[in-house]
Nanobody, 123 residues
Framework: QVQLVESGGGLVQAGGSLRLSCAAS????????MGWFRQAPGKEREFVAH????????YYADTVKGRFTISRDSVKNTVYLQMNSLKTEDTAVYYC????????????????WGQGTQVTVSS
């Protein structure tokens, strides 16, 4: 199992940037996919981006492609979400999550979740 602790959320103006961090701990991360999801009030939790921990292969939702970058630091056991050119519609609670041997983009495949961090983008 993986335990996750998030940080970096906050308030930012539209067009600005923000970086989220997710510190991970566990016995091993081999075979895991680390993902970022977000959920706005009244909306279903949606996939944002993920990275295969070992290989570093990334995948993005169309809504954030070209603006967000997911990465991981294997020394610090931390996954990041660099968010650039933020839009008001990016406002949501962002969750870091870990999936074991899955590269699907559905929340049900992720068994371990962080506490969530609020990202608010103002106009």
């Amino acid at each position: 199992q993986v335990q996750l602790v998030e940080s970096g959320g906050g308030l930012v103006q539209a067009g600005g940037s923000l970086r989220l961090s997710c510190a991970a701990s566990g016995r091993t991360f081999s075979g895991y996919t680390m993902g970022w999801f977000r959920q706005a009030p009244g909306k279903e939790r949606e996939f944002v981006a993920h990275i295969r921990w070992t290989a570093g292969i990334t995948y993005y939702a169309d809504t954030v492609k070209g603006r967000f970058t997911i990465s991981r630091d294997s020394v610090k056991n931390t996954v990041y979400l660099q968010m650039n050119s933020l839009k008001t519609e990016d406002t949501a609670v962002y969750y870091c999550a870990a999936a074991y041997f899955s590269i699907r983009t559905v929340p049900a495949d992720y068994g371990d979740w962080g506490q969530g961090t609020q990202v608010t983008v103002s106009s």
